[in-house]
């Protein structure tokens, strides 16, 4: 008897179905793993995944080869605000080759505007206007116009050195000062087939003067995947006719004496239906795999910090030993408030832009650049054939204890394989698709256990189901009779969160796309609530209300709370590449948290009802959600926040009263968590304090004076701005010996 009819025979209608769901998700992964059917949450595990495997492997030490320029805190109190002089800067390049010899140095900053700063253009208009029959002074500005030119200083000894400078590639079509030769003739490259790469329509390059006289110069653009990180570089990226390679590259082949790029190519199919791409670049012996797009995944040393930093000013006023840059490769960068270029990574969500070069360069130059093979898709393929369909055919038909014996078998095997080829080949293989099926099958069998809890689950979903999050339903299904929707006072925290400027956004777009990018929004914000165990209580256009504590006892809830609307802003962050992309504006949101004693249960009228929140404490917490625009801060919480929320860094903000109060309360603003938040930070945060002692004791000038040092470094801050127009009101104005400091807010 035939295999077929064999089965038909022995299996029953149920187990017959369970076969054929089974071959449906085998089917299903065979066309994703085959690039046939794009799956996003399938891709976002996958970036997952390797995520995951990068942490893993990742060497955590400090390659002493690379050493980033810092401008930072101290340089800029030293030296004066950014952008400096670039007699200056000259000075920076003379000093980090003459007196601490650095093999080579590279740029993350372009440089495409003219310097003004030597008043050059002041002299000119003065000897073609009041001064132009004095002959003495028209001949001392021609004698002196060299040494005011700090563009022609600056390029004189870039063009001394093996000098890097950076420029930008971007999808907007604004451009300013000049890029550098291409690389590559786009003819001359694609003469064979056509290459995909990253296409820029814009750029920021440097003033002639600079790039002529550089060594090379690379672009300083990441590549960003479907969820906003940074884990590849694009090694080539395309605008106009020409091809520019990335800075990264540049830097290396200069410390490698100017070796130029040589490309290996690989072609799959024939005739027009043929394409291709660059495999891999050879720099040297130094061998930089890239995928389709000519982007090679950058190999992450470690988190922040990975790289040695020294800051600019000890190299331009030689207080740094000699020693300590001899034959280093340097990047300028900046980790100063206000200039930093952070960038969000697998290995970081804050994590500086210039270290992303240092990694790419570090790992050329260790040959640890991780690829993904030609023959990947093939791999996956016959990996989701060869465990997929026997799975399905087999696991129906044993019992829970084989079938479990049998999933971890098979999954170690998947994630062995994919391990030894990570570690030992430097090959990136799909790993998180092929597991997830697997595992589908398994509960797909295991399926009947569900069913036993059922009824208990329909009860406290029916309850509960649309405004708690799922694993807080599951959790109370447990013991459903223990919940109710009757009203109690509770001690909770309460969160309400508003778009900026919301009108006038929603004025700019059509009603689709309004729906579509506040759908997108919701969804973002409401998973952030949701995974910090809270309860959305109501969506009001495009503001959101949630709370903690109820139904389910929490005895962190201040913490939990604090935590989401941290996570609400890095979050809206992470949704501004695809805003851009879909054209929609990027948001900004306000958002206020309180706790206290409040009223929970189902309230409402016989007509509508809702499970909701009631009480002074939450009045107060939707004033604090206002009064962020006011302050010009993202998040405001009251003093019950900072007693009960322990473990954050708070900067106090003010103490008010707010409408429809009579007892002023202070309110903070939190930073983040205790550990996590930069020491320059911290800085800052004592600074406005000791502004708040100054103000509160009337001590007007004081106050004034660290506010404008404040504001200087910060010059974006609304916060300083505020204070520095109360101090002046109050000078002209005083309050009086009575006064303790509080700001009455008249309206909501």
Wanted: net charge neutral; aromatic share 10%.
């Amino acid at each position: 008897m035939r295999l077929p009819s064999l089965l038909r025979q022995r299996l029953s209608l149920n187990t017959v179905a369970r076969v054929g769901l089974g071959l449906l998700f085998v089917f299903a992964f065979l066309l994703s793993e085959g690039e046939i059917l794009q799956l996003r949450f399938l891709q976002q595990l996958e970036l997952q995944a390797y995520d995951a495997r990068l942490r893993m492997f990742m060497p955590e030490t400090v390659d002493p080869r690379i050493v980033i320029l810092d401008i930072d805190e101290k340089s800029l109190i030293a030296e004066g605000r950014w952008p400096w002089s670039r007699d200056k800067l000259a000075l920076m390049v003379k000093q980090l080759f003459d007196r601490y010899r650095i093999r080579v140095l590279g740029f993350d900053v372009a440089f495409p505007e003219p310097d003004t700063s030597s008043g050059l253009g002041n002299l000119e208009h003065l000897a073609n206007n009041e001064l132009r029959d004095n002959a003495e002074f028209k001949d001392f500005l021609e004698r002196s116009r060299s040494s005011f030119d700090y563009d022609r200083i600056f390029g004189a000894e870039i063009a001394r050195h093996p000098v890097v400078l950076g420029f930008f590639l971007s999808p907007k079509s604004e451009r300013s000062g000049v890029l550098p030769p291409a690389v590559y003739n786009a003819k001359d490259l694609e003469a064979n087939v056509p290459f995909r790469s990253t296409i820029a329509t814009g750029f920021s390059g440097n003033r002639p003067e600079l790039q002529k006289a550089a060594t090379a110069a690379g672009h300083l653009s990441p590549g960003l995947d479907i969820d906003g990180l940074v884990r590849r570089v694009p090694m080539l990226m395309k605008y106009d006719n020409g091809y520019y390679e990335a800075m990264s590259l540049a830097v290396t082949r200069t410390y490698l004496g100017n070796v130029p790029a040589k490309i290996r190519t690989e072609t799959s199919g024939s005739g027009r239906n043929s394409v291709g791409w660059i495999s891999s670049f050879e720099v040297g012996d130094k061998k930089i795999p890239v995928d389709e797009t000519m982007s090679a995944l950058v190999p992450y040393r470690g988190g922040r910090g990975s790289f040695r930093y020294v800051s600019a000013t000890d190299v331009i006023r030689g207080t740094l030993a000699p020693s300590e840059l001899a034959d280093k490769i340097v990047i300028v960068g900046t980790s100063a408030q206000g200039l930093l270029d952070i960038r969000t990574t697998p290995v970081g969500e804050d994590y500086p832009g210039v270290e992303v070069h240092a990694n790419m360069i570090s790992g050329i130059l260790d040959q640890t650049i991780m690829q993904r093979p030609a023959e990947a898709i093939a791999i996956s393929v016959l990996l989701v054939i060869f465990t997929g369909i026997p799975l399905a055919l087999f696991l129906p038909r044993t019992s829970a204890l084989a079938s479990t014996v049998i999933l971890f078998a098979v999954l170690g095997a998947i994630l062995g394989i994919n391990l030894y080829a990570w570690k030992v080949h430097h090959y990136v293989l799909n790993v998180a698709s092929p597991m997830l099926m697997v595992l589908l099958l398994y509960f797909l069998n295991m399926a009947y256990g569900f069913f036993m809890e059922a009824r208990s689950r329909r009860l406290i979903t029916g309850l509960f189901g649309t405004y708690v999050p799922k694993e807080l339903v599951a959790q109370m299904s447990r013991n459903p009779e223990e919940y109710s929707m009757r009203g109690e006072s509770r001690d909770m925290t309460v969160l309400f969160s508003d778009v900026r400027d919301f009108t006038s956004i929603s004025e700019g777009l059509t009603p689709e796309g309004l729906k579509d990018m506040m759908n997108a929004y919701l969804t973002a914000m409401t998973e952030v609530i949701q995974e910090k165990r809270g309860t959305i209580d109501k969506y009001i256009g495009d503001a959101i209300m949630a709370f903690w504590g109820a139904p389910l006892v929490d005895g962190d809830h201040a913490t939990h709370a604090l935590e989401a609307a941290l996570s609400m802003q890095q979050r809206i962050r992470g949704l501004d590449p695809e805003f851009v992309k879909r054209g929609w504006p990027v948001l900004h949101i306000g958002v206020g948290v309180n706790c206290g004693e409040m009223n929970v249960g189902d309230m409402g009228s016989k007509f509508r009802r809702a499970y909701t929140v009631m009480g002074d404490a939450v009045n107060l917490a939707s004033r604090l959600e206002g009064l962020t625009k006011e302050y010009g801060v993202g998040i405001l919480v009251a003093e019950n926040i900072v007693n009960s929320a322990q473990g954050f860094v708070y900067r106090e903000v003010d103490k008010v009263v707010v409408k429809g109060r009579t007892e002023g309360v202070a309110i903070f603003e939190p930073l983040g968590k205790q550990g996590e938040v930069g020491e320059s930070a911290l800085q800052e945060v004592d600074r406005f304090h000791k502004v708040l002692e100054f103000y509160r004791k009337q001590r007007w000038d004081e106050a004034e004076n660290l506010l404008k040092t404040l504001s200087y470094a910060a010059p974006d801050v609304r916060l300083y701005k505020v204070y520095l127009k109360r101090v002046a009101h109050f000078r002209e104005n005083a309050p009086g010996p009575a006064w303790n400091g509080t700001w009455v807010f008249t309206t909501k």
